[in-house]
């Protein structure tokens, strides 16, 4: 029974073998979209704050710039302005009264004073041999030796006691300006000492290049610095065609002491070719006007507000920034920084730029680049056309830089100012920003997938738990159960495949008992060799056996004895009989076959090959009296029992498959069968052959004879 309980849980409960899977677990796909969402919520947030720290950044660095240029064109044009208050001022004061009027009468005086042409040799050898030398020298050009002596007496009077004593141009400015007493004895030098000075303090004190004093002719009468515009004329003389000469003839023009006039810069030969800038002021009063002030505006006064005294990095323009302003021509109206910082550098930058190797040497010679350095730029003629705006391209020099550009409002110049950084230093802190960002957008991408990782394994551990589990309840562990440590739809899970198990489990032990019970109800429908066949699935079921006893009892008056009972009780009384009949069956060792309604069929030696089947055969119909002897008893019944017994060779097997009907047939049962009946009354009816083998052992009596196989057989009745 153990073997076959065996077989068949094995049949209910088979191993499976689990093949991988060809595509991606739960945990990948989680992975995967846990890093997609996680990732692309980084890269988005990271891109939409890259975006606008970049925008914000740029813009931080533009507005900066353009700060700076509204900061410098306040201060120049400031600058200027206060250098007009001051000429106007100065123009009006007592002392430029005076000193007009006194130096406008000497030059009269002088007029009337001949010069001959041998007192003129010094004057002639002074442009010859010092001047033009050091002018072209300085300028890089060819000058005549004659053209910028005055044409007036005075103005060559004035030359020869002054100009002349000019030798060194790198001299000291304070030694320059005194010796205004040339001890001549004329009124001009007593007027010159004794209100020369008024110029002087205005030159050390204001800081101007020089100070020239003219008439109402166009003649300078006086200058602070003597130079070689003493005593010219600027209607008729070498400088009428100066922006100057133009200057101060509007200006006078207006015979108006609140008029003031302003040059643009132009290359000014008494300062050596130097870039020159006028303010020219009426002198007089409300009367009228008897002269003009030139005051001429050094170019480092300019440069010093364009450069921040070059404390370009301290006043925000970095390692590359630089404020310049250009005229309507195209030329730089102040200095370069990268000129003050790497003159060789430049130079060099130049020429690579397509500057003419002239023009950039020169450059490089005076260290300056007004009126010399060309630009051509997007953002100068922008702001020539009147436009404010800023552009990111090429600049003067060929660099990439970041270029902030406005018109200057400044009256009678037509100057434009540029910002201008590298474009590289401008956008360094949008570099650092952009790389910041990367890095950390990189670390962020690191972390979430670790934690993507992290977290598809936590989130999947109850499901592998799970899975496990289920392989295992699979292969046929019942027994297994799943933590249940959540309190979510994993718990859920658990609980309910816990549960499942366990009804698996309660649903297995069912099974193996109604197994054990069917194999029960089985051997008691038939031998186990027959049932194993059965469960075999074999079609055709049978055996033959030799020497084989087989009891055939009937009922007598069972119909009679429940006649008028429910078919509950009917049954349940037979139910009782037969219970009696098993347990006959089973103390005599005879094995049953099949049970009717009214009879009931057994052998002896069928299952177990028993010697004494005979003997064993005959007792146990004996018992059956017994049986009904108490069932009588206890019911009020009068049931009877014919049976026959006979001995021999018989077949046994299955008859309708699918209705389990285990039948027993041949020769022995047949006769058994017969031999009850031979006289109709209750008895045990047997065989001659049964007999004659027990005939020591029981009494027998001749009960008739009965017809088989062609042959008569004497049938015998128990004595009881």
Not at 53 to 78: F, K, N, P, Y
């Amino acid at each position: 029974m153990s073997d076959s309980g065996t077989d068949s849980a094995t049949t209910i409960t088979p191993r499976r073998t689990w093949r991988g899977r060809a595509g991606l677990s739960i945990q990948s796909k989680l992975l995967i979209m846990l890093l997609a969402v996680s990732l692309a919520s980084s890269i988005v947030v990271g891109a939409i704050g890259f975006i606008n720290g970049r925008d914000s950044l740029h813009d931080a660095a533009v507005d900066q710039l353009i700060t700076i240029r509204s900061m410098r064109a306040t201060e120049i044009t400031e600058a200027i302005a206060d250098v007009k208050r001051d000429a106007s001022l100065q123009s009006r004061n007592l002392s430029a009264q005076t000193l007009s009027n006194t130096m406008n009468a000497a030059w009269d005086e002088l007029q009337q004073q001949e010069v001959t042409d041998d007192q003129l040799a010094p004057l002639e050898a002074y442009y010859a041999d010092t001047f033009i030398p050091e002018l072209e020298s300085r300028a890089g050009e060819e000058y005549g030796d004659e053209a910028f002596i005055p044409e007036s007496n005075a103005g060559r009077y004035l030359q020869l006691q002054y100009t002349v004593k000019n030798q060194d141009f790198d001299a000291d400015y304070d030694t320059l300006l005194t010796g205004n007493d040339t001890g001549d004895g004329t009124s001009y030098s007593a007027g010159a000492e004794r209100y020369g000075d008024y110029f002087t303090r205005l030159i050390q004190q204001a800081g101007y290049e020089d100070a020239l004093l003219l008439n109402l002719d166009g003649d300078v009468v006086f200058s602070a610095y003597k130079g070689i515009d003493l005593g010219t004329n600027v209607n008729t003389g070498p400088y009428r065609d100066t922006a100057f000469a133009q200057t101060y003839r509007d200006t006078i023009a207006t015979n108006s002491v609140d008029s003031i006039g302003l040059t643009d810069f132009e290359r000014w030969i008494p300062s050596l070719n130097v870039p020159t800038m006028w303010v020219i002021s009426p002198v007089g009063n409300e009367s009228g006007i008897t002269g003009a002030m030139a005051l001429q505006v050094p170019l480092d006064q300019i440069n010093d507000v364009m450069t921040g005294s070059k404390e370009w990095k301290k006043q925000g323009l970095g390692d590359t920034g630089e404020v310049y302003l250009v005229g309507r021509d195209d030329l730089m109206r102040s200095t370069s920084r990268r000129l003050e910082e790497d003159p060789e550098d430049y130079v060099k930058r130049l020429i690579s730029g397509g500057i003419a190797p002239t023009i950039a040497n020169r450059i490089g010679e005076v260290k300056g680049t007004v009126l010399l350095q060309p630009v051509n730029t997007f953002a100068v003629g922008e702001a020539q056309a009147g436009r404010s705006g800023t552009v990111v391209g090429r600049d003067y020099i060929g660099g990439d830089s970041v270029t902030t550009y406005a018109p200057l409002e400044i009256e009678g110049l037509d100057w434009v100012i540029i910002a201008r950084i590298d474009t590289a230093e401008a956008f360094e802190p949008v570099n650092v920003f952009t790389r910041n960002v990367l890095l950390s957008l990189l670390g962020i991408l690191l972390g979430v997938s670790l934690l993507s990782l992290l977290l598809a394994q936590v989130f999947t551990r109850p499901i592998h738990r799970l899975v496990g589990a289920v392989h295992r309840v699979a292969e046929g562990d019942l027994d297994v159960q799943v933590p249940q440590g959540s309190r979510d739809e994993f718990g859920d899970l658990g609980s309910a495949f816990n549960d499942m198990a366990s009804s698996l489990r309660i649903k297995q032990d069912l099974i193996e008992e109604q197994h054990k019970e069917n194999e029960k109800l089985l051997h008691t429908l038939m031998p186990e060799s027959v049932a194993a066949k059965y469960k075999q699935g074999d079609e055709t079921i049978s055996e033959a056996h030799e020497n084989v006893s087989v009891v055939f009892a009937e009922l007598v008056g069972f119909d009679d004895a429940v006649r008028g009972q429910s078919p509950e009780q009917e049954i349940a009384l037979l139910n009782t009989l037969m219970r009696g009949f098993d347990e006959a069956a089973e103390k005599a060792g005879v094995e049953k076959v099949r049970t009717l309604r009214g009879g009931y069929l057994a052998s002896s030696g069928l299952i177990v090959p028993r010697v004494d089947n005979i003997r064993r055969s005959v007792d146990f119909a004996r018992n059956l009296l017994g049986v009904l002897e108490r069932f009588n008893a206890q019911n009020g019944t009068q049931v009877g029992l014919r049976a026959g017994v006979d001995t021999g060779t018989v077949t046994s097997g299955l008859v309708a498959r699918t209705s389990l009907a285990y039948d027993l047939w041949g020769d022995a049962v047949n006769l058994a069968y017969r031999v009850r009946s031979v006289t109709g009354e209750p008895g045990i009816y047997v065989s001659q052959t049964v007999r004659d083998r027990t005939q020591e052992l029981v009494n027998y009596v001749e009960a008739g004879t009965v017809e088989t196989q062609g042959r008569t057989e004497t049938v015998w009745k128990v004595v009881v």
